[in-house]
């Protein structure tokens, strides 16, 4: 017996010893492996957690991967110290899909489980507790144990674990950290990065003397005085019967009485009130109301959908902007669900979550829960243990859903399939959400549906090539035309200071005229901020960040010099440091100056921006999103924020303020991201009744990409493309590796980056491109270079090419002046 995946249940023989791979969350090269002693055998199980030390004194909640009879043959393996999960945690899926994301995207298993797991289930001898200040002085409730540490919190507010070890004079110390988690004693340090605070709600009660009717009739007929809080009596009487549970907020508001009212009626002892803590989570009806009938297009969609999906694990449904994908998604949900499956419903952005949401939950009501990074830590442990039970069948969410512990995963839908938000950038794992969903599909023997207006050109060729099956909806929902799309050449506008204008009179004009209709704008330009950078009128010296290789941005309403790569802020510049001149011009302009232009241009106007740097917080996306929706707003200013796959009835124009950036990038995927960006923000024009407009301001009209978004002729733009990417070896005709390098001094990063190259180049010579710096190429006080690898289509020359990888930056970091490098390989980069 070399390997035992057992339950609770399996009887496993006492007289061999057995051995554990266990995972725990750092970058280690390989999973390492303790023994389990004789007691705890027959509560270890894979996917639950045990108590672990690594080195001298470092302790870990590491996740149990296999138990195995073979003992190390180099070490002498220490023991796990403690069992501390009934259940697992993750499925064997789960541990699976970790295990094949390491192995595809060149990390380790620990860094997969970092990126995977809630806090909550990461403790080490570094976690910081802290005294939770809502759980009071009462420990009455506790054990010996737990006393000790509660009251030691409660007056020093704060310990490390290897401070409640000395405590406790024990060394199994996560089961009684567990518990007080558990019971709100007191918090994980992380969390207090989410700001995080328990979510309680007073809720009032009938004192217990008052419950027999008897009683209730003596004091309701010798009721003197106090007629408001009589009312406010009956009102709770009647809510408790209609209701079961009565808060605070919702009595107060159906009597209509005051705090002080109902403070007189506790006094009295007539009622109580308590704190409890509630669920954060909102609890809808679970229950399936589909109140729509599909059009034609819709319907056929529908069946072609379910015919490809029958022969093959992926479909992809290309339908143009408002044909109604959403629908032929909900449908396929509702067949998931009714034959007891679990669907993920993935999307790029978190601000589209909001308005789906609302939609899905018309539908689906309780069924469908939402996941994504702005959770704080304690609602992810709540949505992940009702994913986990099996309780929520639909899940909503950013590329991080795709972790979280599926029983039965039936149906994974990606829509926006071709969003480069998909694409997990640091840190590790970085990963493709769309590619990593298919494979986590195909573990569940599940359907993968991909959904896009401009599919990404790798996802298409698939589909154009028999990998994946093929739907096209070309007509938009209630037969609208797609918007007219003008071009307005800007090279011929001058303005004052001779800078770029921002809003021409053309679209000026359009907006006028929008607003005189009672129509709504939305205005796109993807720089934030007030102005991208600033120069003296004199020498032309540009204010960079110092810490990194670019220019400051300014931001006006902070009145200060922002840099958008490191974060640091910096006083505005009123004095050139090159040659002492006070004059600077601002160049370029971002969201925050048009937000400015457009008040002054349109005094009366309802205007917002939605970008970084105005919407934060949970919920200010849904919060902005609902007052366009309400037709509050007029003109909506925004980054890439307002692009993406949102649905508004009366947006009649959509100006692109400066398409000369989108195209201007020195990227091999510049013309496609072009396209699909154009093409999804004029989408968001005209969706309900009359035709859109859009209108694109930009210098160099000529452009080819442009022709294809005036025409909406995407299957044009992708023949033209296909056909430059495979004369020039880029994907879908390729697969792609890029390896950066990282360090403080420039010149051991670029003689680590050649170094590096020339190892490479026995084996991969012809596929190289570089070493090279790119266009920032000093972030953070780190100097960065990079090195493309570009490989035909060949799974075992990327597996070598893999492999090669992870052996020479081993060699590279055994180089006593490369041993600092950072070394980050990017597989398949965007």
């Keep these: ?302 069946e072609q959908v379910k015919k490809h999906l029958e022969q093959k694990q992926v479909c992809l449904l290309h339908g143009i902007t408002s044909s109604g994908k959403t629908l032929v998604y909900i449908r396929m949900m509702e067949d998931a669900i009714r034959q007891g499956k679990q669907v993920l419903y993935m999307l790029p952005e978190i601000a589209l979550t909001a308005q789906v949401i609302r939609r899905l939950q018309l539908y689906f009501g309780g069924y469908i829960v939402i996941y994504h990074s702005r959770f704080n830590p304690n609602e992810r442990v709540e949505l992940w243990n009702k994913v986990k039970s099996g309780e929520a069948k639909i899940v909503l969410g950013a590329r991080s859903s795709l972790f979280l512990p599926f029983r039965n995963l039936g149906l994974v839908i990606c829509d926006e399939e071709h969003d480069p938000s998909f694409k997990q950038q640091d840190p590790a794992p970085r990963y493709n959400a769309r590619d990593a969903a298919i494979y986590l599909a195909s573990l569940f023997r599940a359907k993968v549906l991909l959904g896009s207006a401009t599919p990404s050109l790798e996802s298409y060729y698939n589909a154009m090539q028999g990998k994946y099956g093929l739907v096209e909806m070309t007509q938009r929902f209630g037969d609208i035309a797609l918007p007219e799309i003008e071009l307005v050449d800007t090279k011929n506008i001058r303005t ?118 105005a919407v934060k917080g949970k919920h200010a996306h849904d919060a902005l999103i609902q007052l366009f929706e309400q037709h509050r707003i007029d003109i909506l200013v925004g980054t890439q924020m307002v692009v993406k796959g949102l649905d508004f009835e009366h947006v009649a124009l959509v100006g692109i303020l400066d398409a000369d950036a989108i195209l201007g990038f020195a990227d091999f995927r510049v013309n496609e991201r072009g396209f699909q960006l154009m093409e999804q923000v004029s989408g968001r024009a005209g969706r309900k009744g009359e035709q859109g407009k859009v209108l694109i301001q930009v210098r160099n009209t000529s452009h080819p990409v442009l022709q294809f978004v005036r025409a909406h002729d995407y299957q044009a733009f992708v023949q033209t493309e296909l056909q430059n990417r495979q004369q020039f070896g880029y994907p879908p005709f390729s697969r792609m590796i890029q390896l950066t390098f990282k360090h403080k001094l420039q010149e051991t990063v670029v003689a680590a980056a050649r170094q590096m190259a020339d190892w490479m180049k026995p084996a991969f010579g012809h596929y190289l491109i570089g070493p090279a710096a790119p266009v920032v190429n000093r972030v953070r006080n780190q100097y960065i270079m990079e090195l493309m690898i570009k490989l035909p289509k060949d799974l075992h020359l990327l597996q070598q090419c893999k492999d090669q990888v ?25």
């Design 806 to 830: 992870h052996l020479l930056t081993a060699h590279l970091h055994q180089q006593q002046p490369f041993k600092s490098v950072v070394v980050i390989p990017d597989i398949d980069p965007l």
């Design 1 to 302: 017996m070399t390997e035992l995946e057992f339950n609770n249940n399996t009887d496993v023989s006492n007289s061999v010893t057995h051995y554990v791979e266990v995972l725990i969350p750092l970058a280690l090269p390989r999973n390492y492996t303790w023994k389990v002693p004789v007691e705890m055998l027959h509560l270890v199980q894979p996917g639950g957690r045990v108590e672990v030390i690594l080195g001298r004194n470092k302790k870990y909640a590491g996740i149990v991967k296999r138990l195995h009879t073979n003992k190390p043959a180099a070490f002498e393996p220490k023991e796990i110290l403690n069992v501390l999960d009934d259940a697992p945690i993750v499925f064997s899926q789960q541990l699976d899909f970790w295990e094949w994301m390491a192995h595809y995207y060149l990390c380790s298993e620990g860094e997969v489980m970092q990126a995977a797991l809630p806090t909550h289930f990461k403790l080490s001898s570094e976690t910081v507790l802290l005294f939770n200040d809502e759980a009071g002085d009462d420990f009455s409730h506790l054990d010996d144990e737990e006393f000790l540490v509660a009251e030691a919190l409660s007056i020093r507010k704060e310990l490390r674990l290897a401070e409640v070890q000395q405590l406790l004079d024990v060394s199994h110390v996560y089961p009684v950290i567990k518990r007080l988690l558990e019971k709100n004693i007191c918090l994980v340090w992380e969390e207090l990065k989410h700001t995080y605070k328990e979510k309680k709600e007073t809720f009032v009660l009938l004192h217990p003397k008052y419950m027999q009717e008897e009683a209730l009739a003596e004091l309701m007929n010798t009721w003197g005085k106090a007629p408001k809080q009589l009312e406010l009596l009956l009102a709770y009487l009647h809510l408790s019967k209609t209701e079961g549970q009565v808060t605070q907020p919702e009595l107060l508001k159906k009597s209509g009485a005051s705090a002080a009212q109902l403070k007189g009626l506790v006094e009295k002892g007539v009622l109580l009130t308590e704190k409890r803590s509630v669920d954060r989570l909102q609890q809808l009806p679970k229950e399936i109301s589909i109140n729509f009938q599909l059009t034609a297009v819709q319907e056929l969609a529908l």
């Design 496 to 613: 004052a200071d001779k800078s770029k204008p921002i809003i021409t009179p053309a679209l000026q004009q359009a907006v006028e005229d929008c607003l005189t209709r009672s129509k709504q704008v939305i205005l796109f330009q993807n720089r934030r901020g007030y102005s991208p950078y600033q120069v003296c009128q004199s020498c032309g010296w540009i204010p960079h960040c110092k810490n990194c290789d670019v220019s400051l941005t300014f931001h006006k309403l902070q009145n200060k010099l922002v840099c958008h790569y490191c974060g640091t802020t910096y006083p505005p510049v009123t004095v050139c440091e090159a040659c002492g001149n006070h004059h600077f011009t601002q160049q370029n302009f971002g969201t925050e100056r048009i937000e400015e232009a457009l008040q002054e241009i349109f005094p009366k106007a309802r205007i917002a921006r939605m970008d970084m740097d």
